[in-house]
């Protein structure tokens, strides 16, 4: 008798089914298509430990016949639609998609939608590069805007998994190389006896008549063994084998290469080598030609890999001139991008073929291009083949009549002419994975490397691109709104379709507020985007989930290299420090290219705006937060009120990026979500602003010394603020005139007790900007700054004294605690502070040491978050009402909290960046000049961006009563409180 325990367990082992996995026949149209993703013994591996379901489509092409698989254990079916999971090798047939969800493995109401699960599919796709033709493949797991759904099919492309550095891991690359072996020395031999002379290499078995490797392998290596017997030809001279590249593919070419009898010679040999008459016959030579035997710089300097990759347009290569003549056969196992230079061009091939013919051997006539990059690294390559006709003769127009044509194999599925070998590798590699996906199916979950490979794999899911893919949404939901058609209509070419060059984008910087920005910019497929910095760690966290976003390594003190990325580029995006955009915007007018920063207008930028309006290019400045959403918002503010009539009386702003109240900070009230040194410098600014009717021109040490306390902002936590830089700077942009305006004021927003330490720190030298020192160690550094600040020699040991004779009483006790903390002083507490980064190199000014210095104690910590708090308080009356009738008060604020993805800070300076770039690349802004946002067609569709985002401001209106406490009063009655000399 079964006890009941048992007999609950055995009826819900009953209810469950297996997780069920189709394995697809390939597209009939792929004739020579005979891999597989699985072999049999696979299939018996996961039926025995996963207990799965195997269903597979008859397929009489496979390198494994159909019987094999049943024996395994599955099951031949004329559909896949019970499959959990499919898989193939090449995109599946459009028509054959399967994407309605599939019934749970606990499923058992086929009427019941919750009883059902999104099926995923894993194949190599072709969608992940934008290419076209794949489009209505791609737009089939991504559903239209708001139509997202759990039940959307899943796409993994085999493309994308990887091990922890990034490598991928599943793939054929190896055996590409070894069959374009096979199918170069195949093919060329073909060409010589066009010519009139056999070769050994006539014997040369094509990949797939032969049914392994080894087999394979052994019909070479006796072709090896009689060239170390008799040698080759005479006429062709020394046989010469030339191979590129660094990866899978050349070492797939150098594994098949080596059971010919090899002999490695360099760049430097090959002269010596062809025209040698003893050169001995009975070897085949072979250079492995690397970047810099064949790249140059344009000013002739030696290949540097940082450089190339920086400014791969100041490169050229002379392949053809150094390497090209001497070769029997090239064997090109390198790829190519667009913007870098080409192996070899059109123009070169001529040159080449002249020298080739002047040391005879009909050389550089046979070429086996792997790569199969059509008008890429090799311009002249115009097609790739197939295994039914592996190469093709071409003859560019640069070539002469007395030219011969060059022989290309450009076979494109060359692993597919080695099955055996190539299916029982790539099903070896893939099992681990595919386990992975299996566990989710079958227990709602799954984890470990393998899964979170799955996931960095995944191109879609649940109707929604993954991140990392989000630049796809332009074409695919160009896809979307077509009218519906079929795919044969879809896919005909009503007319010729002109390609239009992508539009080019140049961000300059890639710190701590580029994230979103890049992320708006890469999702665009019509935009082309590169990011220039001097830190590659600092693109890889920005932008590294991009395959098409490229990184320049720059110094932007490099003006030739700066000048070349610029020239390249349509728009520049400069996130650098501020002082270094009126160089970059000098370069931007030299090149007529547009730029946006979201720093303020400095009075050098200003001086630039009539050469930016005669180079017919805006410079648009003050984009960011503040300054940026700041302008927005005002400006759009504004104008509305002064649309009802509304008479403007007060304008008081202020913003503040501050840690979350939660954060702790210890003695420092505040941590860096942008530039520390941006943040110090800041506090070094003079200020003048209007406070009911009087103009107030604090210097930077008085602006520090007493700010405004309480204001009531929000009641969730107390703040401060002082006034920021020049706020009658903004009567124009803001349409506030002095003589009828209250109050004009703009401030930042800090938590308590910030503006004092900081006044500290200028009084004892820390935030010193124009003098240098270098520093000695940690213990002396406030030594060294107290001694600039006194010009006398002061000991470390009796820096307590001096700074107590010259910080005021009232802030020793914080600047005390604040010095113990960071670890520039010995701590009378129990405890230790954090440890102290490596000392700086070389001189350095105190606020650059300090800045240095604070970013390691004051960065944000692993689940911590920042906060950004911007808030507007407009006073108005009536326009035309009674002289005492009652003041309306208008507030517009914002407070955001920053996410796991993105810093609040970062994603309130790099969206309005990116929105406005965009706008401009677009051709929606019709200004030119040294400009601000103050026109709607940059403001409103910034604004509009920022509510999608999550990021729009909350506006509220009152009347006016003797109890209001306004942002504007409270300022007013502390300066009365201080008899006006609180500042």
């Not at 009489?60 to 896949?80: H, M, N, S, W």
């Not at 070169?348 to 046979?366: C, E, H, M, V, Y």
């Not at 011969?404 to 194999?409: D, E």
């Not at 720190?761 to 060294?784: C, H, K, P, Y």
């Amino acid at each position: 008798m079964v006890k009941p325990l048992q007999s609950i367990r055995h009826i819900h082992q009953a209810a469950r089914r297996p997780v069920t996995l189709g394995i697809r026949r390939e597209d009939p149209k792929r004739i020579w298509e005979r891999r597989v993703p699985l072999t049999p013994d696979a299939v018996n591996h996961l039926i025995a430990k996963k207990n799965v379901e195997v269903l597979i489509e008859h397929c009489d092409r496979r390198i494994f016949r159909t019987e094999e698989y049943v024996k395994a254990g599955a099951k031949v079916a004329d559909t896949l639609k019970p499959a959990h999971i499919t898989i193939g090798i090449k995109e599946v047939p459009f028509s054959e998609l399967i994407t309605a969800p599939v019934l749970r493995v606990d499923g058992t109401d086929p009427k019941d939608s919750k009883h059902f699960i999104s099926r995923s599919h894993l194949m190599f796709s072709h969608t992940i590069k934008g290419q076209a033709y794949n489009t209505p493949l791609l737009a089939q797991f991504v559903a239209p805007k708001g139509f997202w759904t759990s039940l959307h099919p899943r796409l993994i492309d085999y493309e994308l998994l990887t091990n922890e550095d990034g490598k991928r891991t599943v793939g054929f690359g190896w055996f590409a190389g070894v069959a374009g072996v096979l199918e170069s020395l195949s093919a060329m031999a073909h060409s010589h006896l066009e010519l009139g002379i056999a070769s050994p290499f006539l014997y040369t078995p094509r990949p797939h008549t032969l049914p392994s490797l080894e087999r394979l392998r052994t019909s070479l290596r006796e072709i090896g063994a009689w060239i170390a017997r008799e040698g080759t030809p005479g006429k062709l001279g020394p046989f010469v084998i030339g191979l590129t590249g660094n990866g899978k593919v050349a070492e797939g070419c150098l594994s098949m290469l080596a059971e010919l009898p090899i002999q490695r010679v360099t760049v430097k040999d090959l002269d010596a080598l062809v025209s040698n008459p003893e050169t001995d016959l009975h070897k085949i030579y072979l250079l492995h030609a690397k970047p810099e035997d064949y790249l140059v710089r344009a000013d002739g300097q030696p290949y540097n890999r940082d450089q190339y990759y920086a400014s791969p347009d100041l490169h050229t290569s002379i392949f053809a001139e150094k390497i090209a003549p001497y070769l029997t056969l090239f064997l090109n196992g390198t790829g190519w991008s667009p913007g870098f230079p080409r192996l070899m061009t059109n123009d070169q091939l001529p040159f080449a073929l002249d020298r080739a013919k002047s040391i005879g051997g009909a050389r550089f006539t046979n070429i086996g291009d792997i790569s199969c990059d059509v008008e890429g690294g090799l311009e002249f390559l115009t097609k790739a083949t197939t295994l039914s006709e592996p190469f093709y003769k071409v003859r560019p127009k640069t070539l002469r009549e007395d030219h011969p044509s060059v022989q290309i194999m450009s076979v494109d599925i060359l692993p597919s002419s080695i099955p055996l070998d190539a299916s029982q590798h790539f099903s070896f590699a893939l099992l681990p994975y595919l386990e992975s996906v299996i566990d989710e199916y079958a227990n709602g979950s799954s984890a470990g490397l393998y899964h979170k490979a799955i996931e960095g794999a995944t191109v879609a899911s649940s109707g929604k691109l993954a991140k990392q893919h989000q630049w796809l949404r332009h074409s695919v939901g160009k896809y979307h709104a077509q009218p519906t058609v079929k795919e044969s209509e879809s896919l005909k070419p009503s007319a010729p379709v002109v390609k239009k060059r992508k539009r080019r984008v140049v961000m300059l910087g890639s710190g701590m507020v580029a994230g979103p920005a890049v992320d708006l910019v890469a999702a665009r497929s019509d935009v082309e985007l590169i990011i220039a910095s001097n830190s590659l760690m600092e693109f890889q966290k920005c932008a590294g989930k991009y395959a098409h976003v490229q990184h320049r390594v720059l110094d932007i003190k490099n003006e030739q290299l700066t000048s070349e990325l610029i020239k390249w580029a349509d728009l520049v995006i400069s996130l650098l420090p501020a002082t270094m955009h009126v160089p970059v915007a000098e370069l931007c007018i030299a090149h007529k290219k547009h730029m946006v920063t979201a720093s303020y207008i400095s009075p050098a930028m200003k001086k630039l705006n009539g050469r930016a309006e005669k180079a017919d290019i805006i410079i648009l400045n003050e984009i960011g937060l503040d300054p940026g959403i700041d302008h927005c918002s005002a400006i759009d503010l504004l104008e509305r009120l002064r649309s009802q009539n509304k008479e403007i009386l007060s304008f008081t702003s202020y913003c503040g990026g501050l840690p979350a109240p939660e954060v702790s900070t210890g003695p420092l009230p505040y941590k860096f979500s942008w530039s520390p040194l941006g943040v110090l410098t800041a506090v070094l600014n003079d200020a003048t602003f209007q406070l009911n009717k009087k103009v107030y021109t604090p210097d930077a040490i008085r602006v520090l010394k007493e700010p405004f306390k309480n204001l009531p902002i929000t009641n969730n936590f107390e703040l401060e603020g002082i006034p920021n830089r020049n706020s009658l700077d903004y009567s124009p942009l803001y349409n506030l005139p002095l003589a009828t305006t209250r109050t004009l004021f703009r401030g930042t927003l800090r938590y308590p007790g910030y503006t004092n330490l900081m006044s500290s720190f200028r009084s004892i030298g820390l935030l010193n900007n124009t003098d240098e020192i270098t520093l000695e160690n940690w213990g002396s550094f406030i030594a060294q700054t107290l001694s600039l600040k006194t010009q006398q020699l002061i000991n470390p040991k009796s820096t307590m004294h001096t700074l107590r004779d010259i910080v005021e009483s009232s802030h020793f006790e914080g600047l005390q605690d604040a010095l113990e903390w960071i670890g520039l002083i010995p701590t009378a507490y129990p405890y230790e502070p954090s440890p102290m980064p490596p000392l700086p190199d070389g001189p350095m000014k105190p606020i650059e040491i300090l800045a240095y210095l604070l970013s390691q104690k004051l960065r944000y910590e692993p689940g911590e978050r920042d906060m950004v708090v911007m808030s507007h308080e407009v006073i108005t009356r009536p326009k035309h009402g009674r002289p005492n009738a009652p003041e309306e008060i208008h507030t517009s604020q914002l407070i955001t909290y920053g996410t796991s993805e993105a810093s609040a800070m970062a994603r309130t300076v790099g969206i309005p960046v990116a929105i406005a770039a965009l706008a401009v690349l677009d051709g929606q802004v019709s200004l030119r000049g040294v400009q601000t946002p103050r026109q709607p067609s940059i403001y409103k569709p910034v604004l509009d961006a920022l509510d999608q985002y999550g990021l729009g401001m909350k506006e509220t209106s009152t009347r006016a009563s003797e109890n209001t406490r306004t942002v504007e009063w409270e300022m007013v009655d502390q300066m009365r409180k201080h008899n006006d000399t609180l500042l």
